[in-house]
């Protein structure tokens, strides 16, 4: 029994990590437990038409003192695509919850700078909302933010999903993700 000289670590199995797997000679271990203190996070599915009572349970948590993600597919309205936008998402979210609630806004097209600055005030909870593409998929872990809601959430594929859900869920309140999408998709 020899010890191992690779180790492979994902919170995700992407299909390389499931084909190495597979055809390769890896051994699998799962770790199928959440860490110490953390709840499971509630999934759930809204369609747009539910707007009032989604913003409604946003604004409950917010007064909780919690904090919450709103993830866009896109950065820009596309006359392609009849898909929300995050630019368009950060001007409602402003309107909709300010100036009781601040909103800070991060996509991939921003300066590092001013990702980095958006992404601090998150943290240190000077912005309660954090309207987002997926630049927000890995490598963020805010502890307060207790709601992750996914809009247009049938362009995003399961691994992204999962990734993105995993941004709430990392303190010791209940979190939930929910799934936004519209009628005609």
Not at 18 to 25: E, I, P, Q, R
Not at 82 to 101: I, R, T
Not at 114 to 123: E, I, P, S, Y
Not at 145 to 166: D, K, Y
């Amino acid at each position: 029994n020899r010890p191992p000289h690779v180790l492979v670590m994902t919170a995700t199995p992407i299909p390389r990590t499931l084909a190495m797997t597979v055809y390769g000679d890896l051994d699998v271990s799962v770790i199928d437990e959440l860490p110490p203190g953390r709840k499971p996070i509630l999934t759930l599915h809204r369609w747009d038409n539910q707007r009032l009572g989604l913003n409604r349970a946003i604004r409950g948590e917010l007064a909780k003192g919690h904090q919450a993600y709103i993830v866009y597919p896109l950065v820009a309205e596309n006359e392609k695509l009849d898909l929300k936008a995050v630019e368009q998402g950060f001007l409602d979210m402003q309107k909709v919850f300010g100036p009781e609630y601040h909103v800070a806004m991060v996509h991939g097209k921003m300066k590092a700078k001013d990702k980095d600055a958006a992404m601090g005030r998150f943290a240190r909870n000077e912005a309660q909302i954090l309207v987002a593409t997926t630049v927000i998929e890995v490598g963020v872990d805010v502890p307060n933010a207790s709601v992750m809601v996914i809009e247009s959430a049938q362009r995003f594929g399961l691994s992204q999903l999962h990734q993105l859900r995993g941004r709430v869920g990392r303190g010791a309140e209940k979190s939930y993700c929910i799934l936004v999408r519209d009628y005609k998709t």
